[in-house]
């Protein structure tokens, strides 16, 4: 594979072309999202080993979205079968089964270090208004994060479609991440200006006309799944700006 650096305004148009896709496929996208968090946070909720299974579970179910958004882009619709092909193949889903241990094993360290690092007091608040939120700690998290997002936030791809082993997957995903450090910078401030944006744009303006909470909820969860689904997809054109492969030489 050939790892290219793009320029920093790249960024901004992933997340362009991630609404283009949902676009093409504005029904069926956003519910192979539901899918996919589902396949993440139904194993989360199950005590003691749930981080470690949803761990485990990560690579398989990024894939089978990227697949997803991938048959979008070809002009097919998306289905179920998107995420069952992960598994389906025994090179990749060894390949996927070794990175979601590592993955899940990594997760968990981080866990263990936040910890040990945060106030146990601040962990355990629940913040009522936005003033409420714990920067400082969830700021700390996100440091402790940054490495293995780096490592993972390719690695699938590469284990998945490429037949990568998990060390060769997670080299080639730090080294895409840090040749294009300044694209996924701007690309990380317009993903949240987008969403946050939008979110305390529906906030404000259903708070003035809804007093129910229930109620609102009812209005604001579609459109974040719909924010949600342009994030996820802005992935697929990311692996395909960042990688290609060699004219001459195998993967």
Sequence with gaps: MLINSVSAGTGARWLLDGARLLRQQPLGLPAMVVVYLMMLLVPAM?????????GVLGPFATVGLMQC???????????MG????????????????????????????????????????TAEAQPQTIEQLPVQPLLVQLLLYSPVMALMWFAPLLAGWHDMTP??????????????????????????ALTMGVSLFLVTI??????????????VAPIALVLMTIVQGSFYPMYLSIFSRQASASD
Aim: glycine share 8%.
């Design 69 to 79: 958004f991938r048959e979008a882009a070809a002009g097919r619709p998306p289905g």
């Design 206 to 219: 259903l708070g003035a006309l809804i007093s129910s909470a229930e109620m609102m909820s009812f209005f």
């Design 167 to 192: 060390g060769k997957a997670m080299f080639g995903s730090a080294v895409a991440c840090f040749r294009n450090l300044g694209a996924l910078l701007v690309y990380g401030l317009a993903a949240l």
């Design 46 to 54: 199950i005590p003691l080993v749930g981080i470690a299974i949803s």
């Design 82 to 121: 998107q995420f069952a092909q992960p598994f389906r193949e025994q090179a990749s889903r060894v390949n996927l089964f070794r990175l979601g241990l590592i993955n899940a094993a990594l997760l968990m360290t981080v866990a263990m270090l936040a910890a040990l690092v945060l106030p146990e007091s």
